[in-house]
């Protein structure tokens, strides 16, 4: 049988979103296309944005044509099934929870990857029709699929305790860190970077969207009660939670820098200048700064609850995050331990080898040629 495959992606995301699942997609087709390149690869998306993202060269585009253009969620539920089965596709992989209706009906393999189940698990964060939407499309995913893929066993876990979804079906494979953060810049690459985003020579790194799940609260406690100098560079978008947090970040001042829009390069840079980074969220489908930081040789404090510890393997100090005594006690010692600040960069570059596209790559292809053989 030939080797080649043809396989369809919902590239929605990789053309349409910037961070989170537009990461992710966008890391999945080009680590399969740069490492097996013979394939055809199908890029099912309601609307292009070339500047987000180019797709590769082996690539064919799918998108609406005619009328289909003013009725693009409609196409991408329903029309896909049978554009899919007339581009000959042997695999179609549906990137983020859901796939197109009647997929199932036309003998295509079918993979899904879910990433968490956080509408469930914290309820209070989304509004009904929202979580009635979500709930619709993983159900109907989750049986579709002929393999579901989970980034990590705590969102396999969770697939099986509120969807009650086969096990049998249920395969982990964590998500890849894109090569940047393998890359390791020169010093005056550093100094740029430093220079442009008007940043002290010494800082501490948190990296997330401000919101209650990502617990920064936690580490403007923690910081309080340390009363340390050294600043806190805050990535991440804002949200209304910041306003929850009014009396700490008055209380720190100058201390804080936020920075809301970083490019990989950047941030690649930002996790090599930083003298650690801090990840204390209460729960992460994954948790892919921990490994990035990790890549960049970034010593890494971070949660030991939920999927942080699959993220940081034995290369991260771990803390309760309710717990900002342990942070304040994380960052003295990794501050002023050398030796230990050491053995966790080592272990934690070692750890984020796990996590390269080759790696990531392969794992797929692996499932791929398994159900098309099946």
């Known amino acids: 049988m030939d080797n080649k495959l043809n396989i369809g992606f919902d590239a929605k995301r990789a053309f349409l979103n910037d961070a989170g699942l537009g990461h992710f997609s966008r890391n999945t087709i080009l680590s399969l296309s740069d490492f097996y390149p013979k394939n055809n690869y199908f890029l099912f998306t309601p609307d292009v944005d070339i500047e987000r993202f180019q797709a590769p060269e082996r690539a064919t585009i799918i998108y609406p044509q005619a009328w289909w253009s003013i009725l693009k969620s409609l196409w991408r539920t329903y029309k896909i099934a049978g554009l899919a089965e007339a581009a000959g596709l042997d695999i179609y992989h549906g990137l ?10 036309t003998g295509i393999k079918c993979v899904v990857t879910m990433h968490d189940l956080i509408f469930m698990r914290f309820p209070e964060f989304y509004n009904m029709t929202d979580r009635k939407i979500y709930l619709r499309k993983v159900q109907h995913a989750c049986q579709a699929a002929d393999k579901i ?21 249920i395969k982990v494979i964590y998500q890849a ?53 050294t600043p806190l560079v805050v990535i991440g978008k804002k949200t209304n939670y910041l306003n929850h947090l009014k009396p700490l970040v008055q209380k720190l001042g100058d201390q804080l820098i936020f920075l809301q829009e970083v490019n990989d390069t950047d941030l690649s840079r930002l996790y090599q200048l930083a003298e650690l980074m801090i990840y204390p969220s209460v729960f992460e489908g994954f948790g892919l700064p921990i490994a990035e930081a990790q890549a960049c040789g970034c010593p890494v404090i971070t949660s030991n609850i939920s999927s942080m510890p699959e993220a940081g393997g034995d290369g991260a100090h771990y803390i309760h995050p309710k717990k900002y005594k342990e942070i304040s006690e994380a960052i003295q010692q990794i501050s002023k331990d050398k030796a230990y600040r050491d053995v966790l960069i080592f272990k934690g570059q070692l750890n984020a080898e796990r996590f390269t596209g080759k790696a990531y790559a392969q794992q797929l292809m692996t499932l791929y040629k398994e159900l098309d053989h099946a």
């Not at 442009?196 to 406690?221: C, D, Q, W, Y």
């Open 149 to 169: 893929i989970a980034i990590s066993q705590q969102t396999k876990n969770d697939l099986i305790q509120f969807i009650g979804a086969d096990p049998a079906k």
């Open 177 to 229: 860190i894109k090569p940047i953060y393998f890359t390791k810049s020169s010093k005056q690459e550093l100094l740029e970077t430093q220079k442009k985003l008007a940043l002290p020579p010494h800082f501490m790194l948190t990296v997330g969207t401000l919101e209650a799940r990502k617990n920064l609260a936690s580490i403007l406690k923690a910081l309080n009660k340390l009363n340390t100098r």
């Open 96 to 105: 983020s929870h859901e796939l197109p209706r009647g997929i199932e009906q």
